[in-house]
């Protein structure tokens, strides 16, 4: 059965630092993109990073580019994001998401397939 | 950055009903956008994807449509279990989702 299960949420003070993981089952961890993607309390789902296959390229919401890194370890089947100089507005469940590609007429569309079900993250004094 | 407008925010409709999202990019996307159904306290669940492809196991009373900048998701007879929110998601250029459309019950 192909799963994400994410972990290491939990509460942390303005500044501080998280890093989660999410542990893959079930499919070639190494040949998918991954992303992580959030949801505030109430609001809406928010792309947060993505990371290659290989854990070459990265990318990141403007929201969190200089403060979280993602990562990976395909020995693991393990992706990570280390999450830096905390801020309330960070407070979310953290879903990890399998990039995913089908081919329409010749033409490749992309799509996020398999979801974990998810780690909460507070950030509070 | 792409910007995704999803209208209505919520609606309330009736077992049976047709129900119809819309989903509007800030520029032309071709067909790349996909549709998600969330329920409560539980993860995201893709059903459409490059605008109009069913996801497998995705029942086909759901129906994506549109291409460039206009984009709808249709259910043809609403189900109990389709009491959900809907997010529409541009995967062009990044990734950024709708914030969502909350169908509850009339």
């Known amino acids: 059965e192909v799963q994400l299960v994410e972990s290491g949420g939990g509460l942390v003070q303005p500044g501080g630092s998280l890093r989660l993981s999410c542990a893959a089952s079930?499919?070639?961890?190494?040949?998918?993109?991954m992303s992580w993607v959030r949801q505030a309390p109430g609001k809406g789902l928010e792309w947060v990073s993505a990371i290659s296959g290989s854990g070459g390229s990265t990318y990141y919401a403007d929201s969190v580019k200089g403060r979280f890194t993602i990562s990976r370890d395909n020995s693991k089947n393990t992706l990570y994001l280390q999450m830096n100089s905390l801020r309330a507005e960070d407070t979310a469940v953290y879903y990890c998401?399998?990039?995913?590609?089908?081919?329409?007429?010749?033409?490749?569309?992309?799509?996020?397939?398999?979801w974990g079900k998810g780690t909460s993250v507070t950030v509070s004094s | 950055d792409i910007q995704m407008t999803q209208s209505p925010s919520s609606l309330s409709a009736s077992v049976g009903d047709r129900v119809t999202i819309t989903c509007r990019a800030s520029?032309?996307?071709?067909?790349?956008l996909n549709w998600y159904q969330q329920k409560p306290g539980k993860a995201p669940k893709l059903l459409i994807y490059a605008a109009s492809s069913l996801q497998s196991g995705v029942l086909s009373r759901f129906r994506g449509s549109g291409f460039g900048t206009d984009f709808t998701l249709t259910i043809s007879s609403l189900q109990p279990e389709d009491f959900a929110t809907y997010y529409c998601?541009?995967?062009?250029?990044?990734?950024?989702f709708g914030h969502g459309t909350k169908v509850e019950i009339k």
């Open positions: 998601q541009q995967s062009y250029s990044s990734w950024t």
């Open positions: 079930g499919f070639t961890f190494s040949t998918y993109a």
């Open positions: 998401a399998r990039h995913a590609e089908g081919a329409v007429a010749g033409i490749y569309y992309y799509y996020m397939d398999v």
């Open positions: 520029q032309s996307i071709s067909s790349y």
